[in-house]
């Protein structure tokens, strides 16, 4: 793979204690992974780390081909790794075009993001803490996009949305890797609408992979899925 994002061996936590470990994962560009699981199985912190926040406790992790510096935020960012935090992490004092004019890569990517989501380009001139839910969601992701990521990691997209906004979001990220060629990790706890826009899917449990394949593959296996949010899953071999 020469392009996207592969990890070997990693294993992620704080201080030194893993809450995830032993994790190997690969998308290539055009592709969505979706990582799944209950709530403390590591997600976040395996999204954290992939985007240089924390740095892995062991394994390694390289972005089109090129090996990155562990615990290296800036060095990530450069290599093309976006993180679309849980939180959204913008600023809210700023209207919501003042937003993306700071991140953004190029003037006329501005533009683009708003045509991608139309509704944030009717309220381009709000303070973004003015904003509803969905559109700070929106804003967060349009953000990301301009600074052209290679990799795009999107953590808990749906957090405090409606079903109905999160399903008008979902395919919006099909569109990013289809059309922009991004390599997408995402997290989320809809776990059937994750499974329809990914490609493939691994689901995470008490830090270990109790199961991994194409996202028909994981959908069909109705009761492995079932068994790991309920905690009674094995390990993946």
């Known amino acids: 793979m020469t392009a996207g994002l592969r990890a070997h061996g990693l294993s992620v936590g704080y201080e030194g204690s893993a809450v ?5 994962l690969e998308v290539a560009s055009r592709e969505v992974l979706a990582v799944l699981g209950p709530n403390g199985a590591g997600k976040s912190t395996l999204l954290l780390t992939l985007a240089g926040l924390l740095p892995p406790i ?15 935020a800036r060095r990530a960012n450069r290599a093309g790794v976006v ?9 809210t ?36 803490g003015s904003l509803s839910g969905g559109q700070t969601q929106m804003l967060a992701m ?3 996009l301009v600074q052209e990521p290679l990799v795009l990691l999107i953590d808990e997209m749906s957090m405090g949305l409606a079903p109905l906004v999160v399903e008008s979001l979902m395919p919006v990220i099909r569109r ?19 499974l329809e826009v990914a490609d493939h899917a691994l689901v995470l449990v008490h830090g270990d992979v109790v199961l991994r394949g194409s996202s028909d593959e994981v959908r069909s296996d109705a009761m492995a899925l079932e068994a790991a949010y309920l905690g009674d899953a094995p390990s993946d071999p």
């Open 58 to 72: 062991d394994g390694s992790i390289e972005v089109s081909g090129q090996q990155l510096k562990p615990g290296s």
């Open 176 to 194: 990013l890797a289809d059309e922009r060629g991004a390599a997408v990790i995402l997290v989320e706890q809809h776990v059937h609408l994750a």
């Open 142 to 144: 349009a953000r990301a």
């Open 93 to 128: 004092q700023l209207t919501a075009k003042e937003n993306l004019r700071l991140a953004a890569k190029r003037p006329e990517l501005v533009d683009e993001a708003m045509e991608l989501f139309p509704a944030l380009g009717q309220r381009a001139a709000l303070k973004a």
């Open 83 to 91: 993180l679309v935090p849980d939180s959204r992490a913008l600023f």
């Open 20 to 24: 995830a470990r032993g994790i190997d």
